[in-house]
């Protein structure tokens, strides 16, 4: 049986031939999408066992315009287990990208189909299939799970790399293998012969003790000791165009493509094609383009050893040390020249943590002496103190980076070398070319503090990071310009990560703790479920608050129950003084929608992860907006998500403004965001001004509205910026270009009821679409008509709650009664809220799951 590798079938159940015209093959020529074609060779076929459960998947049905029947034969049966899915739903958004009603990629709560059930007397039960309940798609959005029906493909355990392949994961991080740990050595003497000009008659072998084997002797006659290699070098390989796709290195770590003799290739890249003649004007994290056929060589190896290649005579080392170009393999200047590298403030002139690049005039990587010369972005392999820039799908040069506390040792090739050098928004970043001599000893670069915010009592911050070490953090935080950096302790299945670092007290860089003050890091959690979603708490004090994941994969571990909630998680970070978070809003979209109304949530996160250059998703907006449009003032912030080096801390940015003439603590900082003043940004910085009252701001109009003055400011030193827009209920109201660098001005706003009003900004790099780079958090305004509601929205948000419940009711692995009864008490006093609003708003709706439940044994 074909089905998840291995599977038993539980003789409990007994599949339903279907008898129908319907087969894959059929499908395939149907009206269905391209992918859900493409992908039909992977779709259950045959006698199959999923879950256990038998199908005979031999016939299919497949619904689109036209009806079907299938034979139950006169047989009764406590369950039928459909196994069935869905083509994809596209959601059409407005040219803006922005969705209303927003119900999410998986459409959630649409009626996709309707199963009637007829029994032997002729009655009928109608079972109505729902997208997000009873159904899904045939491909799973991250965060669009389904609440009543589970992946035809079952979780199973992963063996750890140690368990799997030689070498392990930990030793594979040295990237060597010193190869003399085999199960059987033999050892290699090389004599240097005192008389080199005479002849050898004979070799005698005597022993004196115990079993000697020798397996061979060989005549040398290099100049200097065979065994003996020279340090790494580089060189440049150009291939002919049909090895192109050769330019990898095989398991055992030799490349493919080209051998040494008396030596080893340590390493082959392809060579990044950086444009150096416009370095100083290129921009911060800019791309490298990738050579197709230039490969940067390191090797380590004899004087006298030879490069071999396939189809071509070899080419002797020697001749690349000397003229530099020898056949297709070119001399990289070697970095024989050990420099102090300083970066200075212009003022203080003390030195400041930075994010740090260097390459020669080949395109290759210069790392300092005590970072990696080819940094890992792979998740949980590495948590070294770099980033590995490496842009969106599609583009294969990265750009590699460093973090340097302001002064490091570099080794540097004489010529010219490349320095980039960058600090956070506030700073305009540096790119210089700097001239190495045979006399140089130190490489300075001064940067300098453009733009203002900071001293305005804006502090930086970012939400959301994992893994790296609080020293680490502190480090990046720093060299980034972010002065909060929250580190999340989590749970991965079985894997712990950061807990032994989680005190609930030590903020990390304070001056309580040793620190400047200026920079901070903090442990807090992010705990998740993978259904119901995530939800980030920050600064709690006290015991960590566990379980961090429940429900099992793939968050939590396997057979773990669902015995808390998100709105339960954070009521207990509150009652211990943090602020709570939905991290990477708004996936995955389930439970935070009944936190939000009941007011337990005092950010919603805007996400980049290592993208520096989609901006702020409409999609992520377009959910806030739902909430905003109802009258739950939520803040936005924005965090990073960073679980490897391919993430910057701080790509996308909180700005909070503390109070004024307070000074910078912790505290103040989450004192700001439970204000709600703050903006989120990939670089440009705003100001935004209702009447005079900040973001956050509750505005009391009188009955029939009015007109409100609004003042912004925004600048940038990153990011061109390309427009300034007013966004009121969620609605571009007015739109304006702008100058890259530096604009402010003011509009009117005329309002006839109460609504919100953000502020939004658009840029744009020079090689890149526009994108949104920053958003404020809103200003609300109350007129005579009350709070604000919108029944649309309020009808998706009351969907979304019943989703969770459907969930706790149906396959969430159930947790013991009292847990139950009390998760879904919960669930129904926001759900309960919420409805009465737009009852007394007088929007009637049809009812649906959560009022149905009410009869039911909840077991
Ligand atoms: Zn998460
Ligand atoms: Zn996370």
Redesign the pocket.
Known sequence: MAGTPGAAASPLFEPVRIRSAHTLKWLARSDVSEEFRARLPQAPRGACVFRGIPFDAGRILALNDKPGRVSLGGRKARWLVFLHTSDARPLDGNPEGFISPMRGEGRLGELACTYRVRFGDGSETAVPIRRRFQIGSFTKRWGENSFEAVAHLAPHPVRPPHEQLRPSWGSSQTRVDPGDTGDFLAWMYAWENPRPDAAMDSLFCEPSSGTVVLFGVTAGAVDSHPLRWEPRRKALLTLPTDQESSFRLDEAGLLEAVKLDLGQVISAIPQPLYPDAEWETGFNNQLPETSKNKVLLDYTSHPQALFHFPSRAPLPVARLSGEGVAGKLRVVPPSTRRVALRVVEKDSRAPVPVKLHVHGTAGEYLAPVDRHRIPNPAWFEDYSVDFVHRGDAGHKGEHWCTYISGETTIDVPPGTVFVEVARGFEIRPVRKRVTVEASTERIEIELERVLPWRQKGWITADT?VHFLSPASALLEGSAEGVNVVNLLASQWGELMTNVGDFDGKTTWGSREAGGDGEHLVRVGT?N?QHVLG?ISLLGYGGGIIAPMTTGGPDESALGDRVEILLSEWAEACRGKGGIVVV??FPQPRAEHAAAIVAGKIDGIEMTSWGDLYSGISPYSLSDWYRYLNCGHLVAAVGGT?KMSADTAIGTVRTYARIRQGLPFTYDEWKMAVRRCETFVTYGPLMEFFVDGKPMGSRIQAGPTGGTFDVSWTAASVTIPMSRVELIVNGEIRQSIAVDEWDAQGNFQLKLDRSSWAALLVRGKYPDRPEIVAAHSSPVMIEAGDGPLFAAADALTILEQIEGALAYLDTVGTRAETAAYKRMRLVLESAHRGLHNRMHQAGHYHEHTTAQDHEGHDHG
């Open positions: 959301h992010e998740r995530h991290p990477h998500d």
